[in-house]
T-cell receptor, first 112, second 111 residues
Framework: DQQVKQNSPSLSVQEGRISILNCDYT??????FLWYKKYPAEGPTFLIS?????DKNEDGRFTVFLNKSAKHLSLHIVPSQPGDSAVYFC???????????FGTGTRLKVLA | GAGVSQSPSNKVTEKGKDVELRCDPI?????LYWYRQSLGQGLEFLIY????????KSGLPSDRFSAERTGGSVSTLTIQRTQQEDSAVYLC?????????FGPGTRLTVL
């Protein structure tokens, strides 16, 4: 049973526009959420996180929104740049444990 | 800078052989994770170390998989009698606070 779901395997966006990547989760015990970016042949790198006490966290061009009632989070990238083209994973954890559950990833392609 | 390193970067092996994958975490990180990413799948949790002990081995797919960590540092993941379904990228991560730092992974191909 996939506890963290990224239902869009891929997304194409024009340079300069907004990229919105979505993630849904099923476990209401999750209270910490992370986004990772992965380039080919490299390990994932941490991008941004949010705890369940917040509904928004912003870092430069990246903003993560959390809707606890809908068990949904999204990553907004604006403006999108060609260098943002990568696979994006969302992950969730229950603060009482150490285990991170990852989604299947969304491949973002930013077109120049 | 000294990030998480993994070796080998690529491993091709024949079905039935044993393989050993190595992870060197960031110095001082006490927590270490192994994940597996199969084609088209997300990161699948395999095992977690706190120091040298593994309180959670629940993600190991079968008893052919084992892992150890020595000196609170280097970890090895061993797969015995490899099968074709073991083909995947094996990723190691060490943790500071809530952030995981990943290595580049080992791509394992079982023929």
């Amino acid at each position: 049973d996939q506890q963290v779901k990224q239902n869009s395997p891929s997304l194409s966006v024009q340079e300069g526009r907004i990229s919105i990547l979505n993630c849904d989760y099923t476990n209401s015990m999750f209270d910490y959420f992370l986004w990772y970016k992965k380039y080919p042949a490299e390990g994932p790198t941490f991008l941004i996180s949010i705890s369940s006490i917040k509904d928004k966290n912003e870092d430069g061009r990246f903003t993560v929104f959390l809707n606890k009632s809908a068990k949904h989070l999204s990553l907004h990238i604006v403006p999108s740049q060609p260098g943002d083209s990568a696979v994006y994973f969302c992950a969730a954890s229950d603060g009482g444990t150490y285990k991170y559950i990852f989604g299947t990833g969304t491949r973002l392609k930013v077109l120049a | 800078g000294a990030g998480v390193s993994q070796s080998p970067s690529n491993k091709v092996t024949e079905k039935g052989k044993d393989v050993e994958l190595r992870c060197d975490p960031i110095s001082g990180h006490t927590a270490l994770y192994w994940y597996r990413q199969s084609l088209g799948q997300g990161l699948e949790f395999l095992i977690y170390f706190q120091g040298n002990s593994a309180p959670d081995k629940s993600g190991l797919p079968s008893d052919r998989f084992s892992a150890e960590r020595t000196g609170g540092s280097v970890s090895t993941l061993t797969i015995q009698r490899t099968q074709q379904e073991d083909s995947a990228v094996y990723l190691c991560a060490s943790t500071r606070d809530n952030e995981q730092f990943f290595g580049p992974g080992t791509r394992l191909t079982v023929l």
